[in-house]
């Protein structure tokens, strides 16, 4: 599967994809770590990339409940 990342204007972060199929934002942290956060419907994506969300507040307020994993 090849992911579409897209860049983001962050502190927190510098990339991130979605899998629909599989329900997974991934992330990309400087430095080049990524993670996954599965469990995440369309709905969340579409919340964490919403215009003014802090991607860094989201990640610690929802996504890390979400079951994840550094993605290899």
């Known amino acids: 599967m090849q992911l579409d990342w897209q860049d983001v204007d962050s502190t927190r972060i510098v990339a ?3 899998d629909p199929d599989t329900e997974t934002i991934y ?4 430095g080049g ?4 956060y599965e469990a995440c419907p369309l709905d969340v994506w579409e919340a964490f990339t919403a215009p ?6 989201f990640i610690h307020h929802t996504l890390n409940y979400k079951p994840k994993g550094p993605h290899q």
């Open 16 to 18: 991130e994809a979605f």
């Open 33 to 36: 770590i990524e993670w996954y």
């Open 52 to 57: 003014g969300q802090s991607r860094g507040q």
């Open 27 to 30: 992330v990309r942290f400087p």
